[in-house]
């Protein structure tokens, strides 16, 4: 291709909505183009990428044991009224109705129409395991779209699905694409690690993230830099510690003027913030939740969505809060009623806390879990923070902010029970298919390679993903003999099998170079007026600082060397 005719523009300056460094580098290199919030086209450039990036994670879908299919996009609701799905998804799932009044939605995910390809080709249990997967469009209504490819309304994303026999079967299946994962990422040059998540509406049993650690993150992940304990912050634990034991002392109400959050509370009493019960307020679907955390912790509202069984939380309005009688900065659950009363397990054990009275300026010593309130449910509802004890090793834990690259659930028999995704075992009774659902961005992965692979003037492209292997550069391609020169190179290299890039565009040196760096094609070769003086062509990789001459005989067999090499380096 001659970089005269291709299709897209580079561009000096990044536009403004581009605030990551991947984001202005694909931009500005012509690789991909906004039409609007949240939805992007694939310049030449970009598209030759993405169908590499594609293609590496379809061989290791195939190496896995996954048959590539297709589904429709154009999904009839009622499939997500069977799965119960619809509310749970709620605005972030695109719907239509057709010209008869039917509803449709764009598929954001792919469990409901596979459980009907099952049902009608899975029959028995000689049938099975079973793993198949698409690489396909996705939509879904963001509210929020951001960072370019990071988090889009439509987009690629790579969705395999496993039927299983038994539970056993299910294990054998998931680790076959935790494996897998590992290897695609490994592959594509983006460093990542697994950690514990949360399922949300995807349901199921277990879970597991594949995060590229990077500041442009969204996601906020725990680990352990002793054991290697790791985990999303939505889904992570750690050790809250054993209260020392205490015979309960009588509640003694003390006052305490115009105090009215917990680190000015503990300083008037000259107590720790984990000798507090701290009551926070929320709604959940709609239903007034009184949380009681020990005074130290913060609440994770995921954890405490999937505790109380609703689909979100929010704290309550300073107009809820007084519509049920509760008092701000005094509040406790000592003789409430008509409130959900949920306990952090960090409260139950822990004797004679600090806890509101329920009235201004005044609060409660020596509160007992038990004696004094007890909670319709008491579960882990905190979340881990940098430095909390490892509950594995006791370690500090560090914090950090990564990207998905890709989520792997163990379904288990959720989505078959309620679609009818069974099969005839060995002892004739039919039983529930046990599912896996596994999926990655092939956008965000796309994204999180340039993020990995840049420098301060451009992309750096891993030899397997890059668009061409060689930029090929003629300065003062308006000589006769330079822009010879530079063709017969460029054929030479075409007809031996190596995707190049053709510079011959009548452009300064500074700024054919700068592109070349911008662009980020693993090897570029220099034909001018210089070289060929010396008979010789000037190479230069682009992750190196230094350039090498080669002969001009023997640039051919030169460039096809360090081809090989860079393959290899980058594999």
Known sequence: ???????????????????????????????????????????????????????????????????????????????????????????????????????????????????????????????????????????????????????????????????????????????????????????????????????????????????????????????????????????????????????????????????????????????????????????????????????????????????????????????????????AGSASAIGQSGLRVIADDSVVSAPNLVAGANKPDSHLLNSNYGRDWEAELVADIAVACEGDPCVDCGTALEVKRGLEMGHVFKLGTVYAEKMGATFLAADGTRQPAVMGSYGIGVDRLLAAIVAANHDDRGITWPSQVAPYQVHLVALNPEQDSVREAGERLYREVEAAGIDVLYDDRQESPGVKFADADLIGIPLRATVSPRTLKEDSVELKARAEAESRRVPAASALEAIRDQVAELRVASA
Not at 62 to 77: I, V, W
Not at 93 to 103: A, G, I, P, V, Y
Not at 108 to 114: D, F
Not at 207 to 214: A, N
Request: with cysteine; net charge negative; proline share 5%.
């Open 1 to 327: 291709m001659h970089l005269s005719r291709l299709f897209g523009r580079r561009l000096r300056e990044a536009p403004a909505d581009a605030e990551l460094p991947y984001h202005q580098l694909l931009v500005r290199g012509g690789y991909i183009q906004q039409l609007s919030a949240g939805i992007y086209m694939y310049l030449p450039l970009g598209w030759m990428v993405f169908k590499k990036v594609e293609q590496i994670v379809r061989e290791e879908m195939d190496a896995a044991g996954g048959q590539e299919l297709h589904l429709p996009a154009l999904q009839p609701m009622e499939l997500w009224e069977a799965s119960g799905r619809r509310e749970k998804w709620g605005e972030v799932l695109f719907s239509l109705r057709d010209r008869r009044q039917r509803e449709y939605a764009l598929g954001p995910t792919h469990e409901e129409v596979l459980v009907e390809a099952y049902k009608h080709n899975v029959q028995s249990y000689r049938d099975l395991p079973q793993l198949v997967y698409q690489i396909q469009n996705k939509f879904r209504d963001e509210p929020r779209p951001r960072g370019g490819l990071l988090r889009l309304r439509e987009f690629f994303m790579k969705d395999l699905y496993s039927f299983d026999a038994t539970w056993d079967g299910l294990d054998r299946s998931y680790q076959a694409m935790y494996d897998a994962y590992l290897a695609v990422f490994s592959r594509a040059g983006v460093p990542v690690v697994a950690v514990q998540a949360d399922s949300g509406t995807m349901g199921g049993k277990d879970s597991q993230e594949f995060i590229f650690v990077t500041d442009m993150g969204e996601d906020t992940i725990v680990l352990c830099p002793s054991c290697g304990y790791s985990a999303n912050t939505e889904k992570a634990v750690f050790n809250k510690g054993t209260a020392a034991a205490e015979d309960a002392r009588p509640l003694d109400e003390v006052a305490t003027p115009n105090i009215k959050t917990i680190s000015a509370l503990a300083a008037f009493l000259g107590v720790a913030e984990s000798r507090t019960a701290k009551a926070v307020f929320y709604m959940g679907d709609g239903q007034p939740l009184l949380l009681v955390i020990r005074g130290d912790l913060d609440v994770n509202e995921v954890k405490l969505a999937n505790a109380v069984g609703v689909l979100e939380v929010r704290p309550m309005s300073n107009e809820e809060v007084a519509q049920h009688g509760l008092v």
